[in-house]
DNA sequence: CGGCATCCGGGAAGATACTG
DNA sequence: CAGTATCTTCCCGGATGCCG
């Protein structure tokens, strides 16, 4: 037999899961390695090429194209030239792609969970603004109105936070109370890994201007879900 | 070669995305091919391992083990010997486990606004159920009480829907307004494709018993979300 | 039959080098 | 800087066979 249809969809994988399941046409569509975190990455609008491979240490050149060909191809991502002269050409999510923060957070909230879950490991600036979406508690941010500038690796985002609503953008930093100077781990040390600001201060790891008891009521609006309970995972008989 | 081979972390794929944001550990976890819909199909209840193959037609058997012992590595399902003599053994989600159903929710959702979402596809018993319990709408289902038996290829599943809420199982048909027999491509054809029953009765595909009225109200209740546009263009400005 | 190991072919992922 | 080309490695999927 020749080549019998791989594929009946344009740019996408060969391999289909062939089920009228909306989840997994979803992975059908999005479920290869990193097109996800390719997506996350763009939640806080457009990037380049090679923003995008900085952002995703690990991903490859190669990979990432592909990646983005697919995603172009199901209508999640669009390519724009950017006016000026240049060749300057950035990558952004369509309504759509957008649309997929939802399974993000879903995904976050359950991988915090896991015992296996290390936060020490790297973290783009993206993903931690994006985890504070996820993680904001309004309960915690009562009566609590603040704008948060955070320059992370050289590029400004902000956070405002008023009303039990919590916003995160990348932006200008505007009239901040408190803003951070660092990295996005050294801010994810301080709101999830409880370190204490003067302790990143005294290693030089983060920066800390304005308003010291904002910034401290700050770091703690965003509770991580409790691991979960070791025991109750193994609560079968028998097998070793 | 002998059996040394015992890796320090059980079962987890060997290459990780070395990232702390949670959303991506738990890519690391269930990211894996077939894994989220092994999960799928046991959220209504535990399993064996010939059903699962059954409700996932394309996955191969040495695949379905791997995946069952990566998902048992990490702590998401558990093995359990039934009781009585036969070696009939069982594979069910943990607590933890059965918290991954927002993830496939949040993944339905999305996947079904796709444009090349196949509604005709095969669909499982379980993920029609699980469909109930995302699609829901609870506005529609204003003053209204129903209990729908379903027989589904041979097992008996229940949806109550009561006090704008819905649930749904696996489990003995009792006391239904409306008992539907027939397969759950057919169910879904009435609840999500807009046949009529009576189309459906016609053909043989589904039978109906019980109150009609309640049946036609009951496929009113879970309207899929609107596909995307495709003329839609870009979004959100953003510098890099 | 249920569960799991082994072997193999095809293809995607990963790393590196190269080009406009 | 933005990709492309090439090569290697590994996973997925199918088939077969063993063992309870």
């Known amino acids: 037999m020749k080549l019998e249809k791989t594929t009946n969809i344009p740019s996408l994988p060969g391999r289909s ?18 097109a996800l975190l390719v997506m ?28 983005l060909e697919g995603l172009e191809g199901i209508g999640a991502i669009v390519r724009r030239r950017l006016p000026p002269p240049g060749t300057a050409q950035v990558y952004a999510l369509t309504p759509w792609g957008y649309e997929a923060e939802p399974i993000m957070q879903s995904l976050g909230r359950w991988g915090a969970r896991s015992p296996l879950h290390d936060p020490m490991l ?5 993903s931690l603004m994006l985890s504070f979406r996820t993680m904001f508690d309004p ?3 009562e009566d609590f ?20 609503r919590v916003e995160a953008a990348r932006e200008a930093i505007e009239n901040a109370d408190v803003v951070f100077t660092g990295t996005a781990p050294a801010v994810a040390g301080a709101v999830y890994g409880g370190v204490p600001l003067t302790a990143l201060e005294a290693d030089g790891a983060l920066e800390v201007d304005g308003y010291r008891t904002i910034a401290n009521r700050f770091i703690t609006l965003f509770p991580l879900p409790p691991k979960i309970d070791v025991t109750s995972a193994a609560a079968a008989p028998g097998t070793s």
Do not use: K
């Open 122 to 126: 790297p973290l783009s600036p993206v």
């Open 17 to 34: 899961y062939d089920d009228a399941c909306g989840a997994a046409h979803a992975l059908d569509l999005i479920g290869e390695r990193w």
């Open 40 to 67: 996350r990455e763009l939640m806080l609008g457009p990037l380049r090429f090679g923003a995008l491979r900085a952002a995703l240490p690990g991903i490859s050149a190669n990979v990432l194209t592909q990646r």
């Open 139 to 141: 309960a915690r941010a």
């Open 145 to 164: 109105e603040a704008r948060i500038g955070l320059r992370l690796s050289g590029e400004d985002y902000m956070v405002r936070i008023g009303r039990g």
